[in-house]
Nanobody, 120 residues
Framework: VQLQASGGGLVQAGGSLRLSCAAS????????VGWFRQAPGNEREFVAAITRRGSMTYYADSVRGRFTISRDNAKSTVYLQMNSLKPEDTAVYYCSAHPVVRNLEDNGYWGQGTLVTVSS
């Protein structure tokens, strides 16, 4: 499966952005999808994940209540709605796909990143 992340940009603190991760090349509903991010000088960290049919979602503590992950299997796309953004959310955001959620980071298919910059 090939993944294309988009939707990043520059936003003021408190603002919102919606990221998209569009998939092609395989049956999208076979894959769980996750979002990860990496800030300059930091290791990559988990942000959110959603199971194959969207029945379960998972969030990092740092984004729970502010970010929402969702998917539209008919459009082969996963979304990350980011509200109440903070400067510490600044990072390159990546999406990953794998049939099993726990394998997203180590064994997933990765898209290119999209940069999110939150100004204070």
């Amino acid at each position: 499966v090939q993944l294309q992340a988009s939707g990043g940009g520059l936003v003021q603190a408190g603002g919102s952005l919606r990221l998209s991760c569009a998939a092609s090349g395989s049956t999208f509903s076979r894959y769980a999808v996750g979002w990860f991010r990496q800030a300059p000088g930091n290791e990559r960290e988990f942000v959110a994940a959603i199971t194959r049919r969207g029945s379960m979602t998972y969030y990092a503590d740092s984004v729970r209540g502010r970010f929402t992950i969702s998917r539209d299997n008919a459009k082969s796309t996963v979304y990350l709605q980011m509200n109440s953004l903070k400067p510490e959310d600044t990072a390159v955001y990546y999406c990953s796909a794998h049939p099993v959620v726990r394998n997203l980071e180590d064994n997933g298919y990765w898209g290119q990143g999209t940069l999110v910059t939150v100004s204070s």
